[in-house]
């Protein structure tokens, strides 16, 4: 009995080691890329305060800071279908509720609030771009002119996150649509 529970345990440690094994190789591929896009994004140099589109498509917006201050847990959902047919639009941060969410560029932050997003923040920023924040439990000050780290807000789930705080983020370049946003948020982190 003894020697089947050991050889049993031995299997399932092989089985976990293999998935670490994994885990790391995927973690290598994934930074890999990011450094390649890092030295792309600034061998190219120049455009909108160190944003721009590379080569391969990809936007990289080298002028952000992370919007989150402290631990969160994302990865590129770009694309995903959401309820009513929709596409997702942003990256989706998930933090504890409460997490200080900061300006990831300096410009001016106008608050809102509405169904999907709930409690809300956009900073027109003076790079030109817009960023957009969601499902925030709750600002941090009133709409006003905003630097680079400081805090705007913190994370909830406010709006269609009910049950999962975190924060959907956004960014539309020059104004515009949105773009994916993870590379960037990736070398911001």
């Not at 120049?46 to 917006?61: I, K, T």
């Not at 709750?138 to 996150?161: C, F, H, K, L, M």
Request: glycine share 14%; charged share 20%.
């Amino acid at each position: 009995s003894a020697k089947v529970q050991a050889e049993s345990d031995l299997k399932r440690l092989q089985e976990i080691e293999a998935e670490r094994l994994e885990n790391e190789r995927v973690k290598a591929i994934l930074e890999a890329q990011r450094q390649a896009a890092l030295a792309e994004a600034a061998a190219r140099g120049g455009g909108n305060g160190g944003a721009s589109f590379l080569d391969n498509g990809v936007y990289m917006d080298r002028s952000i800071v992370c919007p989150i201050r402290g631990s969160a847990a994302f990865g590129d959902t770009w694309g995903a279908p959401r309820s009513g047919g929709r596409r997702h639009e942003g990256v989706d941060m998930l933090a504890s509720t409460g997490t200080p969410l900061v300006a990831v560029a300096s410009g001016r932050l106008r608050q809102s609030v509405f169904s999907l997003g709930g409690i809300s923040s956009h900073i027109y920023a003076n790079n030109g771009n817009t960023y957009f924040y969601a499902h925030l439990s709750s600002w941090e000050g009133p709409s006003r002119t905003v630097q680079q780290g400081e805090v705007i807000g913190y994370v909830g789930d406010t709006g269609n996150a009910s049950g999962t705080p975190h924060l959907h983020f956004e960014i539309r370049p020059n104004g515009g649509r949105a773009i994916n946003p993870y590379p960037a948020v990736r070398a911001a982190c």
